[in-house]
């Protein structure tokens, strides 16, 4: 099992990423949206992996929505730094981590990708078989 492991700047949020993968088999996801573009973003992710996502203080904790609202954008009030996106897909949280944030790793060069063409149950459903399949939250979001 290969723990990789991932944070804002000010240590505020952190996350752990737990799967059988290595690094050189995740390959990042350079998206398109303008939320993404906008913070340079490139994200990895494995169905079969378990993400611990973890954060000091609430009060620092800025959860983003926009567009379909389908996503929340986990980014630290304080330093600024996105570090995850989480959506729900039939009453089970999924996640992707942004490749910026996280720590000590080397990763493939990253693809591309446009899903603005996508409707929401298209969205849902890609997310739903691509996305990291075990998320933890804690404290829990309310």
């Known amino acids: ?24 088999h995740l390959v990042p996801r350079r998206c398109s949206c303008s939320m993404c573009r906008r913070h ?13 996502l973890r954060y000091r203080d609430r009060s620092l904790l800025n959860i983003y929505r926009f567009g379909h609202g389908t996503s929340q954008w986990i980014i630290c009030s304080r330093c600024g730094v996105l570090t995850a996106v989480l959506c729900e897909v039939d009453g089970r949280l999924r996640a992707v981590v942004r490749v910026q944030s996280m720590l000590d790793q080397a990763f493939p060069a990253e693809v591309s990708t446009d899903f603005e ?10 997310r739903a078989r691509s996305w990291i399949g075990a998320v933890d939250v804690f404290p829990p979001l309310a």
């Open 117 to 126: 063409a996508e409707s929401v149950a298209e969205r849902l459903e890609r």
């Open 1 to 24: 099992m290969n723990e990789m492991r991932g944070s804002c700047h000010c240590g505020n949020v952190e996350f752990t990423l737990c799967t059988e993968k290595s690094a050189d």
């Open 40 to 52: 340079g973003a490139s994200y990895i992710s494995d169905p079969g992996a378990r993400l611990s």
